[in-house]
């Protein structure tokens, strides 16, 4: 038979059109497939579990066959796979199972699974053929008395966002900046941040701290020539002064070319006084300042510290022109990470036990599992006083079953490096992946903005799909996945601020306004330096954890009780008893939150979701408490609903949660916690609560959303 032209129909309205020769195909292949009434394929069609194949005629689609699935997320089932017997051999059945699973990956499933019988040869073949492997074997019916072999696929789940457009290029690879080992990015400095330094002045703190940084080798501070040329002639006894004494024994700039010195500072010059005609144009100090900014421009510097107003003024102008970036000592200050910080609040989970690993049980763990031996050095080695570590290990009988581990080199533009290993046979390998990947992300870009790279481990492929999910990009052949972590919401205030922790710790380049990220694509320049336009969905995800709250992007505050709060979104302030264990739904970084069918309309598919912990029961807050982003809202039957089975979900019972036989099932991602909670009073004044108080969830502007969050991350104040 000649190559055929299938195409995939998953319309509901089409389905309802084909149900009659749906039925016909399963009536008739019932033997090897079972029976299902018509009900059965009525609801699946409605449900979105029902696919079908066409076979494109002439532009007339003839029903080749349909598929019917089922599942709870991440694991989808195969429930019937069926085709027209003239199509059997051209690929039908293939390209239905292709659909199917390319649509399970932008929605983030982990497997798929297949239950086909013994004495059917041609399924077992099929499943094989088309990438499942045998994992189980059961005992059939008792009437037929056959073998259930049950099989399973690995799904590649992609790591772009669903909002993500699907017709752009997608470009995953935000680059690393690299330096060499003892490469330390080098500051230079004027005169106002040294007097801070040696004389009692408002910023003497901040300036102690920053050389302080400088003896510790955190960074490296010189001086450029006109420096000490500008303090000579300044300074009334040249032998006797102690503060020109101490200049001439700070580094140095190397030399540059005077020419070329004297033709960037008149250029410099114009940029910064002469254009704006800012104060003190043309004067002595003014031609002196610029030659300051030139040596260090030639000498690629990574920054000029200072506090003069007209050079901070055309900082952007200076970057765009000479590469030079500006940046005041608290903005310095303000790069460099804290040390990693638990909020003492250590979830237990059903049956396993997380924990710290030390030196000894670490490479014991690692050795066993056939880790290289190098990444066991790196990863085992005394943590020594410039670097930061987090380790965490997953436990089950007092055995380790998964290990995550993240290194933070002290420093302004640190790369963390960040292990992960799981047990594959384990049931909950993907659940312990998932939560030791996102925790070690969060933990390492918590005080700011940080590149991250993941080791790459062979077998490891359950850490690899996950990662993927995350963000992080691997280049072929490369021993590291990627990522670039910012780990809070973007909001229009914070923006500037933003773009330039990032340009100055990874080298990425952000667009300078939050509002051109509201067209869809924005220009971005990658850490090594590639020019590029990404989608902006796209790029939050690859950014995440994050959300950006551009001009527009409206969204939701929902209300929740603090029992379920607690767990669902990780918000608790004191930690359960000993003997009570958390739910999945606490280790995972897409989670399921349930509500009534009446708000479908406000719960949109990348919209930001607000959750208000309701004072009404339970001695809740009453404030926001957390922020995150939609993935997708489903209307369940409640019947439907698996509570205790679903491990997006923190609840046993769907039954309260609408007055209705059905409830709104809300999947969300990038959750963070608030700070500082936004409490009632400040939400009434930014009219966030609604006509009944968040009783129930209430639409917000992109305006309030900024706003809250804004209290949120700056103390709980509106600015």
């Known amino acids: 038979?000649?190559?055929?032209?299938?195409?995939?129909?998953?319309?509901?309205?089409?389905?309802?059109?084909?149900?009659?020769?749906?039925?016909?195909?399963?009536?008739?292949?019932?033997?090897?497939?079972?029976?299902?009434?018509?009900?059965?394929?009525?609801?699946?069609?409605?449900?979105?579990?029902?696919?079908?194949?066409?076979?494109?005629?002439?532009?007339?689609?003839?029903?080749?066959g349909y598929l019917l699935h089922s599942g709870v997320f991440p694991n989808a089932k195969v429930q019937q796979v069926a085709t027209i017997p003239a199509f059997r051999k051209a690929g039908a059945a293939s390209a239905l199972l292709r659909a199917l699973a390319s649509d399970l990956e932008r929605m983030g499933f982990m497997s798929i699974r297949a239950d086909v019988a013994s004495d059917l040869p041609t399924a077992l073949s099929f499943y094989t053929k088309n990438g499942f492997e045998r994992v189980l074997e059961r005992a059939g019916g008792k009437t037929r008395g056959r073998k259930i072999i049950v099989?399973?696929?690995?799904?590649?789940?992609?790591?772009?966002?669903?909002?993500?457009?699907?017709?752009?290029?997608?470009?995953?690879?935000?680059?690393?900046?690299?330096?060499?080992?003892?490469?330390?990015?080098?500051?230079?400095?004027?005169?106002?941040?040294?007097?801070?330094?040696?004389?009692?002045?408002?910023?003497?703190?901040?300036?102690?701290?920053?050389?302080?940084?400088?003896?510790?080798?955190?960074?490296?501070?010189?001086?450029?020539?006109?420096?000490?040329?500008?303090?000579?002639?300044?300074?009334?006894?040249?032998?006797?002064?102690?503060?020109?004494?101490?200049?001439?024994?700070?580094?140095?700039?190397?030399?540059?070319?005077?020419?070329?010195?004297?033709?960037?500072?008149a250029r410099i010059h114009d940029i910064v006084f002469v254009h704006p005609n800012a104060k003190g144009v043309g004067t002595d100090q003014a031609k002196s300042d610029a030659k300051h900014l030139a040596h260090a421009a030639i000498s690629q510097a990574s920054a000029f510290v200072t506090r003069d107003g007209p050079i901070l003024n055309a900082r952007h102008e200076l970057l765009a022109a000479f590469g030079i970036d500006i940046a005041t000592i608290e903005e310095?200050?303000?790069?460099?990470?804290?040390?990693?910080?638990?909020?003492?609040?250590?979830?237990?989970?059903?049956?396993?036990?997380?924990?710290?690993?030390?030196?000894?049980?670490?490479?014991?763990?690692?050795?066993?599992?056939?880790?290289?031996?190098?990444?066991?050095?790196?990863?085992?080695?005394?943590?020594?006083?410039?670097?930061?570590?987090?380790?965490?290990?997953?436990?089950?009988?007092?055995?380790?079953?998964?290990?995550?581990?993240?290194?933070?080199?002290?420093?302004?533009?640190?790369?963390?490096?960040?292990?992960?290993?799981?047990?594959?046979?384990?049931?909950?390998?993907?659940?312990?992946?998932?939560?030791?990947?996102?925790?070690?992300?969060?933990?390492?870009?918590?005080?700011?903005?940080?590149?991250?790279?993941?080791?790459?481990?062979?077998?490891?492929?359950?850490?690899?799909?996950?990662?993927?999910?995350?963000?992080?990009?691997?280049?072929?052949?490369?021993?590291?996945?990627?990522?670039?972590?910012?780990?809070?919401?973007?909001?229009?205030?914070?923006?500037?601020?933003?773009?330039?922790?990032?340009?100055?710790?990874?080298?990425?380049?952000?667009?300078?306004?939050?509002?051109?990220?509201?067209?869809?694509?924005?220009?971005?320049?990658?850490?090594?330096?590639t020019a590029t336009r990404i989608n902006a969905a796209l790029l939050e995800n690859l950014l995440g954890p994050t959300l950006f709250v551009w001009p527009g992007r409206s969204g939701v505050i929902a209300p929740i009780a603090r029992r379920y709060a607690d767990e669902l979104l990780g918000t608790a302030i004191q930690p359960n008893l000993d003997f009570i264990a958390n739910q999945d739904a606490a280790f995972l970084s897409r989670r399921g939150y349930v509500n009534a069918p009446r708000t479908a309309r406000q719960m949109q598919a990348g919209s930001p979701i607000i959750f208000y912990e309701s004072k009404r029961t339970g001695n809740g807050r009453g404030a926001a408490v957390a922020v995150a982003r939609i993935v997708n809202s489903v209307i369940v039957p409640k019947s439907q609903l698996e509570a205790k089975n679903d491990k997006r979900l923190v609840i046993d019972s769907a039954e309260k949660f609408s007055a209705t036989e059905d409830v709104l099932l809300t999947t969300f991602d990038n959750l963070m916690a608030f700070p500082t909670p936004v409490g009632f009073d400040t939400l009434k004044r930014l009219n966030a609560v609604g006509g009944a108080n968040l009783v129930s969830a209430v639409s917000l502007s992109s305006e309030q959303i900024d706003s809250i969050l804004t209290c949120g991350w700056s103390g709980g104040k509106i600015q």
């Open 151 to 265: 099989h399973s696929r690995q799904l590649e789940t992609d790591n772009l966002f669903t909002l993500a457009s699907a017709q752009a290029a997608p470009v995953a690879d935000l680059g690393m900046r690299r330096r060499a080992p003892g490469d330390v990015p080098v500051f230079a400095f004027d005169l106002n941040v040294y007097f801070d330094l040696v004389r009692q002045r408002d910023q003497s703190e901040h300036a102690r701290r920053l050389f302080g940084e400088a003896l510790g080798h955190t960074i490296r501070l010189a001086v450029a020539d006109e420096f000490v040329a500008e303090l000579r002639r300044t300074s009334g006894t040249p032998s006797a002064d102690p503060v020109l004494q101490m200049a001439l024994r700070l580094p140095r700039l190397p030399k540059p070319d005077p020419s070329a010195l004297d033709q960037m500072a």
């Open 332 to 529: 310095v200050l303000d790069l460099l990470p804290e040390p990693l910080v638990s909020n003492g609040v250590q979830p237990r989970g059903e049956g396993f036990d997380l924990g710290p690993i030390d030196d000894a049980q670490l490479a014991a763990y690692l050795t066993e599992v056939n880790v290289p031996s190098g990444v066991i050095s790196e990863f085992t080695r005394p943590k020594i006083a410039a670097e930061f570590a987090r380790r965490e290990a997953v436990r089950c009988d007092n055995r380790i079953v998964a290990v995550g581990i993240v290194r933070i080199p002290k420093g302004i533009d640190p790369t963390a490096r960040l292990i992960v290993h799981v047990r594959h046979e384990h049931r909950d390998a993907e659940l312990f992946a998932d939560h030791l990947l996102t925790t070690s992300v969060r933990s390492a870009c918590e005080s700011a903005p940080i590149a991250i790279e993941l080791i790459h481990l062979l077998g490891q492929s359950i850490v690899h799909a996950v990662a993927a999910a995350c963000g992080f990009h691997r280049s072929a052949k490369s021993p590291t996945f990627a990522k670039i972590a910012l780990g809070r919401p973007c909001t229009a205030s914070a923006w500037t601020a933003v773009v330039q922790q990032v340009r100055r710790r990874t080298g990425l380049v952000l667009p300078r306004a939050l509002s051109t990220l509201s067209d869809g694509e924005v220009n971005i320049r990658t850490a090594n330096g």
């Open 1 to 64: 038979m000649k190559r055929l032209h299938f195409v995939i129909e998953r319309d509901t309205n089409a389905l309802r059109l084909l149900l009659p020769e749906i039925r016909a195909l399963a009536d008739s292949e019932k033997d090897p497939l079972g029976f299902l009434p018509a009900k059965a394929f009525e609801d699946a069609i409605e449900r979105g579990r029902l696919i079908a194949v066409l076979v494109d005629k002439h532009g007339a689609g003839n029903f080749a």
